[in-house]
């Protein structure tokens, strides 16, 4: 069955991670959740089937998490054994949707006919942990997304200062994406920046608490034929407590 009006994933919704400690310590179990919506504010949840999670330890150790269904979200957790950052890292095939003169369909346009367009979208989520007291204060891997946006240098951030992302396309500087940061609330913009030909913006903190930053990236080149026209990707990071 058509839907005349455009889906949420079409139309901007993302996934994003939170949780609940800003700060861990070996040993302690780190609950994080994998909400689905926009700019914060949940509206329905990502599909379980289609999820991937992994974990990226200091030691730059990768392994997968398991992710089980909660009530308005999805749950990932962790034991950690090492002092140093943790990231946690997230796919989320959203599917290909298909635009006919009838309206909006799941499923490739070889399925339809009177095909106007056709996308596949495919979303990345990444939280960083710091676990302990001692050590390096070193990012940890990247995951290796196609599109990835992560702090040129991580740290405890305050109101009123600066935080400088880097965006990556397949490990290369991607200029002139578009940076949109939400904090939690009311699932307003709060800013946006553009990156320079480094692949790097700067946005200003200017409240406190959790915030999300998201970039999104459509590629043509991407596309396959009779299948959909182009790939469009979102990647999200999230910076928890903010003070």
Known sequence: M???????????HEIWLEHDKLHAHPGDTV?????????MAVDGMADLKN???????????????????????????????????????????????TVTDDGWHIGPKSDYENVKSSGYYYQYARLIIP???GGSKELNSIPGHELEIIPVEFRHYHAGEAIELRVLYYGAALAGAVINAAPGG??????SATT???????????????????????????GVENRYDE????????????H
């Open 186 to 191: 009311d699932g307003s913009d709060a800013a």
């Open 31 to 39: 609950e994080c959740k994998l909400f689905l919506g926009h700019n």
């Open 231 to 242: 790939k469009v990707i979102t990647a999200v990071l999230s910076v928890m407590g903010v």
């Open 196 to 222: 320079d030909s480094d692949g790097i913006a700067s946005i200003k903190l200017d409240t406190s608490g959790n915030w999300i930053f998201k970039v999104r990236h459509t590629d043509p080149e991407k």
């Open 51 to 97: 999820v991937k999670a992994a974990l990226f330890d200091p030691a730059n150790e990768r392994r997968d998490l398991a992710v089980d269904a909660g009530d308005d979200c999805l749950i990932l957790r962790f034991d950690p054994v090492l002092d140093g950052y943790h990231s946690v890292a997230v796919e989320y095939d959203a599917g290909i949707y």
């Open 131 to 133: 676990v302990g007291h």
């Open 2 to 12: 058509a839907h005349k009006t455009m889906p949420d994933i079409v139309r901007g």
